[in-house]
T-cell receptor, first 113, second 112 residues
Framework: KAGVTQTPRYLIKTRGQQVTLSCSPI?????VSWYQQTPGQGLQFLFE???????NKGNFPGRFSGRQFSNSRSEMNVSTLELGDSALYLC????????????FGSGTQLSVL | TQLLEQSPQFLSIQEGENLTVYCNSS?????LQWYRQEPGEGPVLLVT?????EVKKLKRLTFQFGDARKDSSLHITAAQPGDTGLYLC????????????FGTGTRLQVTL
């Protein structure tokens, strides 16, 4: 079956702009989680969506937001980009039933200039 | 804030050597997972350990969950170049907002 698809793969933006990243989970998976990965901070949890509702949220500012559609696809938006937002953004899909295996996409590499 | 500290941070070894990666926390986790991430890709799950003291083997990889469920280790026997990558431990605690807490990572390079 198809894996987790993230688009775009690479993105270059300038400070102050906004960006939208997309994630298509594995068919049948209802949970989508987003993570930010940087060399200095490692993998940090942004938020999780399950059945179109945000179920968990990490410690990121309100500039980071997301949503999930009825087909479980999810988007993540970052407004007023800062240099420190440069990172690999990963999404992971799962059935959403508990402590379970996460399937990660290849990520979107965002560079903010 | 739950923290998972991994050691060592970097490891460069030759093919055929053995190695152990450690994952330590002051918090108790209900289960712990190990992932491997290769450049340009997302992490891929290797194993999940649930019971304190549990040992799981995956070919040349041996995973152990500490008795108190606060720490874990990954031992690789006779490392091969294909083992190269970033190894991440990650803990589940359904009582926290951060559903899955990732460790700081261990970057392993295995050379011929």
């Amino acid at each position: 079956k198809a894996g987790v698809t993230q688009t775009p793969r690479y993105l270059i933006k300038t400070r102050g702009q906004q960006v939208t990243l997309s994630c298509s989970p594995i068919s049948g998976h209802r949970s989508v989680s987003w993570y930010q990965q940087t060399p200095g901070q490692g993998l940090q949890f942004l938020f999780e969506y399950f059945s179109e509702t945000q179920r968990n949220k990490g410690n990121f500012p309100g500039r980071f937001s997301g949503r999930q559609f009825s087909n479980s696809r999810s988007e993540m938006n970052v407004s007023t980009l800062e240099l420190g937002d440069s990172a690999l953004y990963l999404c992971a899909s799962s059935l959403g039933t508990g402590e379970e295996k996460l399937f990660f996409g290849s990520g979107t590499q965002l560079s903010v200039l | 804030t739950q923290l998972l500290e991994q050691s060592p941070q970097f490891l460069s070894i030759q093919e055929g050597e053995n190695l152990t990666v450690y994952c330590n926390s002051s918090s108790v986790f209900s289960s712990l997972q190990w992932y491997r991430q290769e450049p340009g890709e997302g992490p891929v799950l290797l194993v999940t350990v649930v019971t304190g003291g549990e040992v799981k083997k995956l070919k040349r990889l041996t995973f152990q969950f500490g008795d108190a469920r606060k720490d874990s280790s990954l031992h690789i026997t006779a490392a091969q170049p294909g083992d190269t990558g970033l190894y991440l431990c990650a803990g589940f605690n359904t009582g926290t907002a951060s559903k899955l807490t990732f460790g700081t990572g261990t970057r392993l390079q295995v050379t011929l």
